[in-house]
């Protein structure tokens, strides 16, 4: 293989952790890569594939071209779902060069203002539920009172601005949950303690899913483990990491590490792929910070996907039907889970051991649907390309149930059955165990 060659002009990146060179040249452009990233199969030009982006930042590091709107909109394009990782024959990791990329970029490229008071809007907002929550309060008119049907009957809001409208289109029902952490810091464990674990809460999955947070402190309770929840945790950091919003990522993985330090817990625990798997990365986020980087490192160690747990400690609690006969279900497959942390057996072998499930597999379960953090609002028309593809190929599977383990998937996803103008059930797998755990037989569509 050729060595890199030194480069002739200054390099368009800054001395801060660049893509390293060694990984650009790890990449034999075999082409492997192309069909299985999703930004390449909708939009098909070379730069928008990762093979692509390679080549562009082995130029900008040579300085043979710019960081400018013309490149970094293909950098921009994608979704980070890390399947190229997956299949790439020659093991590039370019987890770690797109990862590396994103700062680069937010530091050194200005831009548009429209752009930057878009994410502006979402850095301040999203990753912290204290601010969202009195958002919620003009939401709740919003959807009871037929407003939200009014705006997107007219399309106002995609004249408007096609971001601001895409935000719009995922927000689910707000729930009544979502103006309080109900959940107490100490759940004790049902019969013999197991272990003793840590729960995660999230930011949007405290706010729109602490429905699917109660019913996995339940099935952890059920299965033998005490479940510790520290009210002072916040955000784990990965949709500010996911943007290459670096300093405000490592700010809030000191605080998720400072919130769960004392707490002797066994593991801690996540219910949402994308958080997980950046919860898991904390060891890269604070490499820079002495006073952190060991303690990130075990916390990191400590993290376990709650599906990858639960299958590890084994069940050990009764479970009972969800219907009275079969009941048809599809496991959507998380590009976090998936691809960033190998988990994929685990989730549907929990899944097969409620009694009467039919587990089915949809054609094409590796393509991302098109959520990847806040990629359904930044990068709207792609994305609905991607989750219309995501949706048909689940739907001809013919299931009544969606098991999504990720709550930005399943926005996405019942987004687009609600614009193909389907009803099918969409349930993170521990509402589904939490069910059979309880003997309650759920209210699906038919």
Do not use: W
Request: hydrophobic residues 35%; contains cysteine.
């Amino acid at each position: 293989m050729e060595t890199h060659p030194h480069p002739v002009q200054p390099s368009g990146f800054d001395p801060k952790h660049p893509p390293d060179p060694s990984l650009i040249d790890a990449c034999v452009h075999c082409g492997f890569c192309l069909s299985t990233c999703p930004s390449y199969r909708v939009l098909g030009t070379e730069m928008d594939s990762p093979r692509g982006r390679i080549y562009l930042m082995d130029a900008i590091e040579q300085g043979k071209i710019p960081l400018s709107e013309k490149t970094v909109q293909h950098f921009d394009s994608c979704l980070g779902c890390l399947a190229c990782v997956t299949t790439c024959p020659s093991g590039v990791h370019y987890d770690e060069l797109i990862a590396a990329m994103r700062p680069q970029i937010e530091r050194n490229f200005t831009r548009s203002l429209p752009d930057q008071i878009l994410r502006k809007l979402i850095f301040t907002l999203l990753p912290y539920p204290g601010r969202l929550r009195p958002l919620l309060l003009a939401l709740v008119p919003y959807q009871k009172l037929g407003l939200q049907k009014l705006i997107r009957s007219t399309g106002f809001l995609k004249k408007l601005s096609p971001r601001l409208a895409a935000m719009e289109s995922i927000l689910p029902a707000v729930p009544p949950g979502a103006f309080r952490d109900e959940l107490p810091e100490l759940i004790p464990a049902q019969g013999t303690r197991r272990y003793r674990v840590g729960l995660v809460l999230g930011c949007v999955q405290r706010l729109f899913f602490s429905h699917v947070n109660a019913a996995t402190a339940r099935v952890l309770a059920a299965n033998g483990c005490e479940v510790v929840i520290p009210k002072v945790q916040g955000c784990c950091a990965a949709l500010p990491q996911h943007q290459g919003q670096e300093a405000q990522a490592q700010t809030l993985a000191r605080q998720m590490i400072d919130s769960f330090e004392g707490t002797g817990v066994d593991a801690v625990i996540i219910n949402a792929a994308g958080c997980g798997h950046t919860l898991k990365e904390y060891g890269h986020i604070l490499k820079d910070d002495p006073q952190y980087r060991d303690r990130a490192q075990q916390f990191a160690a400590s993290v376990r996907d709650v599906q990858e747990f639960l299958h590890y400690i084994g069940l050990t609690t009764e479970l009972s039907p969800l219907s009275d006969g079969p009941l048809d279900v599809v496991y959507q497959d998380a590009c976090h889970l998936l691809h960033g942390q190998k988990i994929s057996q685990q989730p549907r072998q929990l899944l097969k051991q409620i009694p009467g499930i039919r587990l089915r597999e949809p054609i094409d379960a590796a393509l991302c649907c098109g959520s990847a953090g806040v990629y359904n609002i930044l990068q709207p028309e792609i994305a609905d390309e991607l989750g219309q593809q995501k949706v048909t190929n689940l739907l001809r599977t013919g299931a009544r149930v969606i098991a999504s383990p990720n709550p930005g998937c399943a926005m996405q996803i019942s987004k687009h059955l609600s614009l193909q103008g389907r009803e099918v059930s969409v349930l993170h797998p521990m509402e589904l165990l939490d069910y059979s755990i309880r003997s309650i037989k759920p209210v699906l569509p038919r």
